[in-house]
C-alpha cells in the first residue's frame, strides 16, 4: 500500500483492514495465523529448496536463483502492456469537494464529510458519481450531504462485479438482487 492510503486505513478514530475494511481491533494479533505461517511449508521457486512460510522472506532476499526467478516474471508481465491505465479513471480513491484533502475510499470520504462538512450548504459535484460513466462531471447537487447519505453509504464493488459499462440503474438491480440472495 502507499503511504496515504494507508493512513487513510490507519485512522485513529476508525482503523481498518487495507483489503476488506473491517474494523481492525487495536492490538490483537492474529495468532492462529501466525502459527499456520510457522507451521506451513513451502518451496522456493528458484532453488527448490523447502522451508516455512515464515522464513521465505529472509531466504528470498539472498536466494539470487529467486531473484532471478522474479526478474523473469516482471519481465514477462512488463514486455507489452495489455492497456494504458492513464484511459480508465480513479473508481477507488476521492477526493473531498469542500477541501482540499485527497485519496479518500468511498467510506472515508463520507466519514470525512460527516464529521467536517455536515454544515457547508455550497453546492458541489459528487466525485465519486463523476467517476462513473453514467455520472455528470458537472452536477453540483442541491444538498451533498443528503446524497452522500443516501447513494454511497456502500460501494456497488462490495456486492457485484462493477461493469462500468452498465448504467446505474442495471448496477442497482445487480446489488439488490445480491442482496436478497445473501440473507
Known sequence: FCTPCLQECLKPKKPVCGVCRSTLTPGSRALDLEKQIETTETTCNGCNKKMYLSKMRS?????SKYQNYIME?????TKEP????????????????YCSEKNFD??????????????DAKQVVCPI???MPWGDPN?????FMEHLQRRHRFSYDT???CDYDADEDDMMAQVLMRSLRDK
Request: one cysteine or more; a positive charge.
Open 73 to 77: 516474471g516482471v519481465k514477462a508481465v
Open 159 to 161: 456486492f457485484v462485479v
Open 106 to 119: 468511498q467510506e472515508g470520504l463520507v466519514e470525512h464529510c460527516k464529521t467536517l462538512h455536515s454544515m
Open 82 to 97: 495489455l492497456h494504458n491505465t492513464r484511459n480508465f479513471p480513479n473508481r477507488f480513491t476521492f477526493p473531498c469537494p
Open 139 to 143: 452536477y453540483r447537487s442541491a444538498n
Open 59 to 63: 531466504h528470498a532476499a539472498s536466494c
Open 129 to 131: 458519481c463523476a467517476s
